[in-house]
C-alpha cells in the first residue's frame, strides 16, 4: 500500500473543477487598457497586481528603461523593509542578517 513508487491517488471530485487548459489570450486590441502607458513606479506595481499583461506589453516596448529601473527599485525597498520587519522578530545581530 505505501511502495515508494506508487502515486497518490487524488479522489475524482477534486479535480472536477480544474480546467484541461488554458484558453489562449486574445491580442492586444487598439482600445485595450493593456495598451496605455505606465508614468510611474507606483502605477507599475498596481498594474503588476491587476494588469499583468500592461506591464509585459511596456517592458517589451522601446523606453523601457525607465520603468524596469523604477521596478527594480521597488523591488529593492520592499525587500529592505521585508527584511527589517523579520529581523525585528530575533532582534541583534539577525536583525542585520535578514
Do not use: K
Request: charged fraction near 10%; include cysteine; charge should be negative.
Amino acid at each position: 500500500m505505501n511502495e515508494p513508487n506508487t502515486p497518490p491517488l487524488i479522489p475524482a471530485p477534486a479535480l472536477a473543477g480544474v480546467p484541461a487548459s488554458q484558453p489562449p489570450l486574445s491580442p492586444l486590441d487598439a482600445g485595450s487598457e493593456d495598451l496605455a502607458p505606465i508614468p510611474n513606479v507606483v502605477i507599475a506595481i498596481e498594474s503588476i497586481l491587476r494588469q499583468p499583461r500592461r506591464v509585459i506589453h511596456q517592458v517589451r516596448g522601446p523606453n523601457s528603461g525607465a520603468l524596469i529601473a523604477g521596478m527594480v527599485l521597488a523591488a529593492v525597498v520592499c525587500s529592505a523593509v521585508y527584511g527589517v520587519v523579520v529581523g525585528t522578530f530575533s532582534g541583534g545581530v539577525q536583525l542585520w542578517a535578514a
